[in-house]
């Protein structure tokens, strides 16, 4: 291109955008090459347009999710501002602070701490239909031996847990302790957030709304804690698994139908919640087959002697603490001295009575016999009060003290109960096939004001582990 003639065209590039000290870097190509000087200020005019039109066109999803990072950022600082994580984890240790004694029919002047006499009872690997529902019923060692629930609950990857064990085997006290150690647990526990329901409690509401979410539920069972939930925050712990959630006594729930509502309803929030661990607990035959298709199945362990032994130890210093006021290390040493003779005492008792030793592998029935021996000063008058007793407990006092349905009082169920004794020994038999067993019953139930069948009666007091 002679002469001058390139800079009407560098005029024309920097009009179109190209820099003007780029146009004249490429004056030789300029002035060698026009056609592709205007091939590249043409491919430039269409990237310019390129970026304008992506710009317009991100603008608003930009915009969009800018407001949303801002709108999580305030609700972020909201929550954390409101403290009410840490007032709830409070709640969860005040509220399970104390050992559950309503049901025992002796009760004293002092209820223990949980943490001052738990003992960790031991879990093996186990079928339910493999454990017995007979409360003095052994649970076989197996190959892979015990194990404590911590031991599946500090894992970081998520758990589910199907506990089974009979009645007074430990299983709500073993939930409880595990909700006061994770409202412990610090920052490096990744499920921090305890919930401990009651199935039995939230049946009716499952049952008439299946649909209903978990966070409602979970809503429901604290709503005595103080303070309001800041909008979204049960949503938020459950989308981040950090919850544990703990659901008791799926075998309490009474009617048939209702438990198979709600155990199709406890699958349901397995699938949906899937990063936070479950553990739901049962006698062996409270467990529906797709509960145990999600689970790892664990059996609680009948309590060792030295477990037993570190129970009264426990229970004992306990009691004596409370009684005496003890404060100082030389009152505290007093103290120990004289829970340690109280337990020892009660050791050889029972170990002088086999058949009341026998007793002591049940978590519940031990409680009850520490507290007879505790506040009574000794064990009841005969092996047959002591027995009284516990049988009360199981058939009545149990199901009273969690608000369950009862069929029959406790004075109709012990007649019943008796007259079937009764003809065990008079066969010296520890077993009746259900036959005489139903011909015995069929003429006493007849008397009573009630309207009971025998079979019905029978599976009331089977569900409760007699």
Same mark, same amino acid.
């Given at each position: %291109?002679?002469?001058?003639? &390139?800079?009407?065209?560098?005029?024309? !590039?920097? /009009?179109?955008? #190209?820099?003007?000290?780029? /146009?004249?870097?490429?004056?030789?190509?300029?002035?060698?090459?026009?056609?592709?000087?205007?091939?590249?200020?043409?491919?430039?005019?269409?990237?310019?347009?390129?970026?304008?039109?992506?710009?317009?066109?991100?603008?608003?999803?930009?915009?969009?999710?800018?407001? $949303?990072?801002?709108?999580?950022?305030?609700?972020?600082?909201? &929550?954390?501002?409101?403290?009410?994580?840490?007032?709830?984890?409070?709640?969860?240790?005040?509220?399970?602070?104390?050992?559950?004694?309503?049901?025992?029919?002796?009760?004293?002047?002092?209820? @223990?701490?949980?943490?001052?006499?738990?003992?960790?009872?031991?879990?093996?690997?186990?079928?339910?239909?493999?454990?017995?529902?007979?409360? =003095?019923?052994?649970?076989?060692?197996?190959?892979?031996?015990?194990?404590?629930?911590?031991?599946?609950?500090?894992?970081?990857?998520?758990?589910?847990?199907?506990?089974?064990?009979?009645?007074?085997?430990?299983?709500?006290?073993?939930?409880?302790?595990?909700?006061?150690?994770?409202?412990?647990?610090?920052?490096?526990?990744?499920?921090?957030?305890?919930?401990?329901?009651?199935?039995?409690?939230?049946?009716?509401? #499952?049952?008439?709304?299946?649909?209903?979410?978990?966070?409602?539920? !979970?809503?429901?069972?604290?709503?005595?804690?103080?303070?309001?939930?800041?909008?979204? &925050?049960?949503?938020?712990?459950?989308?981040?698994?950090?919850?544990?959630?703990?659901?008791?006594?799926?075998?309490?729930?009474?009617?048939?139908?209702?438990?198979?509502?709600?155990?199709?309803?406890?699958?349901? $929030?397995?699938?949906?919640?899937?990063?936070?661990?479950?553990?739901?607990?049962?006698?062996?035959?409270?467990?529906?087959?797709?509960?145990?298709? +999600?689970?790892?199945?664990?059996?609680?362990?009948?309590?060792?002697?030295?477990?037993?032994?570190?129970?009264?130890?426990? &229970?004992?210093?306990?009691?004596?603490?409370?009684?005496?006021?003890?404060?100082?290390?030389?009152?505290?040493?007093?103290?120990?001295?004289?829970?340690?003779?109280?337990?020892?005492?009660?050791?050889?008792?029972?170990?002088?009575?086999?058949?009341?030793?026998?007793?002591?592998?049940?978590?519940?029935?031990?409680?009850?016999?520490?507290?007879? +021996?505790?506040?009574?000063?000794?064990?009841?008058?005969?092996? /047959?009060? =002591?027995?009284?007793?516990?049988?009360?407990?199981?058939?009545?006092?149990?199901?009273? /003290?969690?608000?369950?349905?009862?069929?029959? @009082?406790?004075?109709?169920? $012990?007649?019943?109960?008796?007259?079937?004794?009764?003809? %065990?020994?008079?066969?010296?038999?520890?077993?009746?096939?259900?036959?005489?067993?139903?011909? #015995?019953?069929?003429?006493?139930?007849?008397?009573?004001?009630?309207?009971?069948?025998?079979?019905?009666?029978?599976?009331?007091?089977?569900?409760?582990?007699?």
């Amino acid at each position: %291109m002679p002469g001058k003639a &390139w800079q009407p065209l560098v005029a024309v !590039l920097v /009009a179109l955008g #190209i820099p003007a000290a780029a /146009a004249a870097k490429w004056r030789h190509l300029v002035t060698q090459h026009p056609v592709a000087a205007l091939a590249l200020a043409a491919g430039w005019v269409v990237l310019c347009g390129a970026v304008v039109l992506a710009r317009q066109a991100l603008s608003g999803p930009a915009r969009r999710r800018l407001e $949303q990072a801002g709108n999580a950022a305030d609700r972020a600082a909201g &929550w954390w501002l409101s403290g009410y994580g840490r007032r709830y984890r409070q709640w969860v240790l005040d509220s399970r602070r104390y050992v559950d004694v309503k049901d025992l029919a002796t009760g004293g002047d002092h209820t @223990p701490e949980l943490d001052d006499v738990y003992v960790d009872v031991a879990l093996v690997r186990r079928a339910p239909h493999q454990v017995s529902g007979n409360p =003095l019923g052994s649970v076989a060692e197996d190959a892979t031996g015990r194990h404590s629930v911590s031991e599946f609950l500090d894992r970081r990857e998520r758990v589910v847990l199907a506990v089974s064990g009979p009645p007074g085997s430990g299983k709500s006290t073993l939930l409880a302790h595990a909700a006061r150690r994770s409202a412990r647990a610090g920052r490096r526990n990744r499920r921090r957030v305890p919930v401990l329901l009651a199935l039995r409690e939230h049946a009716g509401t #499952i049952a008439a709304s299946p649909g209903t979410p978990l966070p409602d539920v !979970l809503r429901a069972a604290v709503s005595g804690m103080p303070g309001s939930e800041p909008d979204g &925050w049960w949503e938020r712990q459950l989308r981040r698994g950090r919850c544990m959630i703990l659901l008791d006594g799926l075998d309490e729930v009474a009617r048939q139908e209702d438990r198979g509502a709600v155990a199709t309803w406890v699958e349901r $929030q397995i699938s949906s919640y899937p990063g936070n661990h479950f553990v739901i607990t049962s006698r062996p035959h409270g467990f529906p087959g797709p509960v145990i298709a +999600h689970a790892d199945v664990l059996a609680v362990r009948p309590f060792t002697a030295e477990q037993v032994q570190l129970f009264l130890n426990r &229970w004992y210093l306990a009691a004596e603490r409370h009684a005496t006021g003890a404060v100082s290390k030389a009152q505290m040493r007093a103290v120990r001295i004289r829970a340690g003779e109280s337990a020892a005492g009660l050791l050889k008792l029972l170990r002088d009575n086999p058949a009341l030793y026998d007793l002591t592998v049940n978590p519940l029935l031990l409680t009850m016999i520490a507290t007879v +021996h505790r506040y009574r000063g000794a064990l009841p008058g005969s092996r /047959a009060d =002591l027995y009284g007793e516990i049988c009360q407990v199981m058939l009545s006092r149990r199901i009273q /003290a969690k608000n369950l349905p009862e069929l029959l @009082p406790w004075p109709a169920k $012990q007649k019943l109960l008796a007259a079937l004794a009764y003809q %065990m020994m008079l066969n010296r038999a520890s077993e009746l096939p259900a036959s005489q067993v139903l011909g #015995i019953l069929d003429p006493l139930l007849s008397r009573l004001p009630q309207s009971v069948a025998g079979p019905a009666f029978l599976d009331d007091v089977s569900a409760t582990g007699c």
